[in-house]
């Protein structure tokens, strides 16, 4: 028979032990590989990346703490990782810094598929240029609308349209690229009866099946 003291501090030691272990990051901790072709210069508020296709920088808290464990090997960690903040920057800023060293070196690809009847796009010259921003080309597209949909293409996005139903896009940062995904998505979101719209990658939807009278 144990006490029931004893038995209150072992579970009291076995609760504290068991939330210390939560309090780690566990994207945070992943080491980040460095090829060799990519350069990384640390200063207090940042971290430049340089690579094949050019160079970009993240952020850094005051927190951070770079260590190179190995050669081409990158390991972070905080000073707290009992301070909520830290711990959730913690995870952010590794992803950050691993997609800076891919985007300098490979880069990153999304496809975008138009499923729907008369659906359709093209790549072609925009009228305006670049004066606003793009890289002289814009996509033109067929939606369903009573009209076109013109998107033009933003200078740091390469477009290719292999097929008329089919367009990739290529950019060096992963946000931006969501980011121009997302805008040519919302002219025609994927719908739930039919199946038609614009889906980025493997974005699949749940059919629901009409309700009749």
Avoid at 49 to 77: D, R
Avoid at 106 to 131: K, N, S, W
Wanted: proline share 8%; net charge positive; glycine share 8%.
């Amino acid at each position: 028979m144990i006490p029931r003291a004893a038995l209150s501090k072992a579970l009291r030691h076995f609760s504290s032990s068991a939330r210390a272990s939560i309090h780690i990051s566990h994207i945070g901790k992943t080491p980040i590989p460095i090829p060799t072709n990519v350069t990384i210069t640390q200063s207090q508020t940042s971290l430049e990346v340089k690579g094949p296709l050019g160079s970009t920088s993240v952020p850094l808290e005051s927190y951070m703490k770079l260590a190179y464990p190995q050669e081409n090997v990158l390991t972070i960690a905080v000073e707290d990782a009992e301070v909520k903040k830290q711990r959730s920057m913690w995870g952010l800023t590794r992803t950050l810094i691993n997609n800076a060293v891919v985007g300098m070196t490979e880069g990153f690809t999304v496809p975008i598929h138009l499923v729907g009847v008369g659906y359709r796009a093209a790549l072609e010259d925009d009228p305006r240029g670049t004066t606003n921003g793009g890289n002289g080309q814009r996509l033109n597209m067929k939606l369903g609308h009573s009209h076109n949909v013109y998107v033009p293409i933003p200078a740091h996005i390469k477009a290719n349209v292999p097929s008329p139903t089919k367009i990739i896009l290529f950019c060096t940062d992963k946000h931006l690229l969501g980011l121009f995904a997302a805008s040519i998505r919302k002219w025609r979101p994927p719908e739930p009866y039919k199946g038609k719209g614009v889906f980025i990658g493997d974005e699949q939807i749940r059919i629901k099946s009409v309700k009749k009278k």
